[in-house]
């Protein structure tokens, strides 16, 4: 039985490869914001790193010198229910209520547990989940554990949503609209503010807004779209990530007190995950308390952005990216994959995105923009696209 197993698993890669679906691992080495690979020295455009902090040295250096030793821990050896909650958690959490002038604040290892526990805990079977159809691998994964019904409309259609919040909210007692600020796909927005309006013609509608590839981009002081926006207290649940733009690791929700107890009692990923390293989320509070001063590095990062917008529109013809995340669409995987190994040639490490992360037929090229990134590189790389 074993060994037909393993058949089946190996027909599959077959099949995978046979389709230009395979990935793998890649074998690579950073130089700041660079990739080496095969010896080929490439700017990576590839990183979610948006801001450029994770290769800012003198950052780093700041970060040592002021670094507490009680925080020098690199472990927490417990989930923070036992003895890994140490006081830097604390101060984060604090920190962050402060910066969003919230109720209440909840710091979690990585997006993936956030979304992953955070709906299972609140959403039971008295409960409606409308979710956009594109929203991440993480909260579809969060959504099948839950004891709600779930109905996932189609993309940044307000006009479904409004139909099914209007035939259902009478028969659920609560509904909750699931949305991104920033799809990772396609690099578009959700319109925040339709959605915010919408939710306030219901007393029982609640409002998750995850700001994974916003925090840090958008916002006066980059705390996300929300901001942006000016609805932070509209959002009920805001969940954000470090390990974009924050240039750390882990997550956090943004909620009511009432909240955060209860997801302390009932979300399984925060009590039996062993919690992150002291060291990291002293890091993470250093970035927080330094967030309102990287304004300059935000309105680069939005000057590059625009102009390779601009620059795709030219070539494809269409683009509808509105952020740092921008969609070059090639169709079949191969011609994904063989437009990729071009632009690694000309320098520039740009990676194919095929199904099943997004549909069949719309195989990709993803720019991933960083403020680290000059004119002149952007110049260099608008010139290779329109050579493709």
């Given at each position: 039985m074993s060994k037909d197993i393993f058949a089946y698993l190996q027909n599959e890669?077959?099949?995978?490869?046979?389709?230009?679906?395979?990935?793998?691992?890649?074998?690579?080495?950073?130089?700041?914001?660079?990739?080496?690979?095969?010896?080929?020295?490439?700017?990576?455009?590839?990183?979610?790193?948006?801001?450029?902090?994770a290769s800012d040295v003198l950052l780093r250096n700041r970060f040592l010198e002021e670094c507490r030793d009680r925080d020098y821990l690199f472990t927490a050896s417990s989930s923070r229910l036992?003895?890994?909650?140490?006081?830097?958690?604390?101060?984060?959490?604090?920190?962050?209520?402060?910066?969003?002038?919230?109720?209440?604040?909840?710091?979690?290892?990585?997006?993936?547990?956030?979304?992953?526990?955070?709906?299972?805990?609140?959403?039971?079977?008295a409960t409606l989940v409308l979710a956009d159809k594109l929203v991440h691998a993480s909260i579809i994964d969060g959504l099948k554990l839950t004891d709600s019904k779930n109905i996932r409309f189609r993309h940044n259609n307000y006009e479904q949503l409004e139909r099914l919040l209007a035939h259902n909210a009478h028969?659920?007692?609560?509904?909750?609209?699931?949305?991104?600020?920033?799809?990772?796909?396609?690099?578009?927005?959700c319109d925040l503010l339709r959605i915010v309006a919408l939710k306030k013609q219901y007393d029982n509608v609640l409002l998750y807004v995850d700001e994974a590839h916003g925090v840090g981009v958008f916002g006066q002081t980059g705390l996300g779209l929300a901001q942006e926006c000016g609805c932070i207290k509209d959002v009920d649940f805001i969940v954000g990530t470090f390990g974009k733009a924050l240039a750390s690791t882990g997550a956090y929700v943004i909620c009511r007190s009432v909240v955060r107890e209860y997801l302390i009692n009932k979300m399984r990923p925060l009590i039996f995950t062993t919690a992150l390293p002291p060291v990291n989320i002293a890091w993470t509070k250093f970035?927080?308390?330094?967030?309102?001063?990287?304004?300059?590095?935000?309105?680069?990062?939005?000057?590059?952005?625009?102009?390779?917008?601009?620059?795709?529109?030219?070539?494809?013809?269409?683009?509808?990216?509105?952020?740092?995340?921008?969609?070059?669409?090639?169709?079949?995987?191969?011609?994904?994959?063989?437009?990729?190994v071009k632009l690694q040639k000309k320098g520039f490490y740009v990676l194919p995105v095929r199904p099943p992360t997004v549909p069949q037929g719309t195989s990709r090229l993803r720019f991933s923009l960083t403020a680290s990134i000059t004119k002149d590189e952007m110049d260099r790389l608008t010139e290779a696209i329109n050579q493709l």
């Open positions: 890669l077959d099949s995978l490869a046979k389709s230009n679906n395979l990935r793998k691992l890649p074998e690579v080495h950073h130089d700041n914001n660079r990739i080496i690979r095969n010896g080929n020295n490439m700017l990576n455009i590839s990183s979610n790193d948006y801001l450029g902090l036992l003895t890994g909650n140490y006081t830097v958690y604390d101060e984060l959490e604090q920190h962050l209520v402060t910066l969003y002038g919230s109720e209440s604040a909840l710091v979690f290892n990585c997006g993936y547990h956030a979304n992953t526990g955070i709906l299972p805990a609140i959403a039971d079977a028969l659920y007692d609560r509904i909750i609209i699931v949305v991104e600020s920033v799809y990772s796909m396609d690099g578009d927005l970035i927080m308390e330094n967030l309102y001063s990287f304004e300059d590095k935000r309105k680069h990062l939005r000057s590059l952005y625009e102009n390779l917008i601009k620059a795709v529109k030219l070539k494809t013809g269409e683009c509808n990216s509105q952020s740092q995340i921008i969609p070059f669409v090639a169709g079949e995987s191969e011609k994904a994959v063989e437009m990729s």
